[in-house]
């Protein structure tokens, strides 16, 4: 297998366990960043939007 241009190959280092680690510090900074924006309500338009869709869908 080749080593990925983006991460050096490293000799004795389970790269599963670095993925794993990665994996988790992304979710956690993301979380961070963006928890309190994803709690925000739906503009009003928004919504009226999304149901003008529903209807015209059926």
């Known amino acids: ?9 490293m000799n004795g280092v389970d790269h599963g366990s670095l993925d794993a680690a990665f994996d988790l510090w992304l979710k956690r ?3 961070a960043m963006f928890d309190d924006v994803a709690r925000e309500p739906l ?10 869709h529903r209807k015209n869908s059926r």
């Open 29 to 31: 900074g993301l979380h």
């Open 43 to 52: 503009p009003p338009e928004l919504l009226a939007l999304i149901e003008t």
């Open 1 to 9: 297998m080749m080593p990925s241009p983006i991460r050096p190959a």
